[in-house]
């Protein structure tokens, strides 16, 4: 195998030129999430709902199905739905330009042709118009270069998140993509509970952000809606005196009142010398003000992951 060149490795994907492709494919996300949700058994902070990147796209992972399993997986590269069952069965369905209609039914069809009955409440949640999927005709671009390379931001977000996660003991959630809010995110818990959310997403229960925000906690992550080629954010909740004040990395970073959290423009970190430092350098720190601020017991919470190496 040979080394990808930082240039390669990091695209460049401006947000205003796939925002109808982006839109549709949160859409149909949000069915193949929809659908793990109906099936996995509940995990805290809804860990058993998101999505995960793979060497091809991204996966619901295993779904258990009755005595059987089954698993759903966008795959980028040669833009495809894929289907599989622990009993051989297998469906594909076209990744191309087709409505969020279209995109359901053809879903819905493949899994019962393989036995598996979709059970969702079919209408998109954490988004201020939430058509039905069965009526949503506005929803139907599918620009595969640009799928391609957000999956390949992905691919280096995930990469990067996971080198950050294993400097943590504590209790943390696996890298995970969200198809509620379409980001890639991990979040670190202090051990403590916390003061109850007050909710406040667009179409979706108060309950949800009850649950997801039960303990006290710093996360972080990659959304494909900030800044010019999307963004990298950090935040704490609940957010400590002195938070925004703390000194982050790297200089392109910085607090937004607005959202309430640290943002680093994903320009900032393909063009930067290292990326992989200057993204480190981002999540470190934002942790730290978290950390530092909140008085968290960082002793008993953290480990050098290089700690075995010698």
């Known amino acids: 195998m040979t080394e990808t060149t930082a240039t390669d490795a990091w695209p460049t994907l401006r947000v205003d030129d796939w925002t109808a492709t982006r839109d549709t494919l949160h859409m149909w996300m949000q069915i193949i999430g929809k659908i793990r949700l109906s099936y996995a058994p509940m995990l805290n902070h809804w860990w058993q709902v998101p999505l995960y990147v793979t060497p091809r796209g991204l ?7 009755g005595t059987r399993v089954v698993d759903i997986e966008f795959d980028f590269c040669d833009h495809q739905l894929r289907i599989r069952t622990s009993d051989g069965g297998t469906r594909r369905i076209s990744l191309e330009p087709k409505s969020v209609a279209e995109f359901y039914a053809q879903t819905v069809a493949a899994l019962g042709e393989l036995g598996v009955e979709v059970r969702i409440q079919a209408s998109p949640n954490e988004v201020a118009t939430a058509i039905p999927f069965a009526e949503d005709e506005v929803h139907a671009s599918y620009d595969a270069d640009a799928a391609n390379r957000f999956w390949r931001q992905l691919v280096q977000a995930d990469r990067v998140l996971h080198l950050f ?15 509620g809010g379409m980001d890639l995110a991990c979040t670190r818990f202090s051990g403590r509970t916390a003061p109850t959310h007050p909710g ?45 004040d703390y000194p982050v990395e790297p ?14 423009p994903y320009e900032a970190v393909r063009t930067a010398a290292d990326p992989d430092a200057a993204l480190l350098g981002f999540l470190h720190s934002t942790y730290r003000a978290a950390a530092d601020r909140g008085g968290w017991d960082r002793a008993a919470l953290e480990a050098d992951p290089a700690r075995w190496d010698r």
């Open 59 to 65: 996966t619901t992972s295993t779904i258990p199905c």
């Open 165 to 179: 996660r294993s400097h943590f003991v504590g209790k943390v959630s696996p890298v995970h993509f969200f198809w």
């Open 200 to 244: 406040g997403a667009p179409n979706c229960g108060d309950w949800v952000m009850v649950e997801g925000y039960s303990h006290e906690l710093s996360s972080c992550g990659f959304w494909p809606g900030g800044g010019e080629e999307g963004a990298f954010y950090a935040y704490a909740y609940p957010e400590p005196d002195g938070f925004a």
């Open 251 to 264: 200089p392109e970073a910085f607090y937004s009142k607005e959202f309430r959290q640290f943002l680093l």
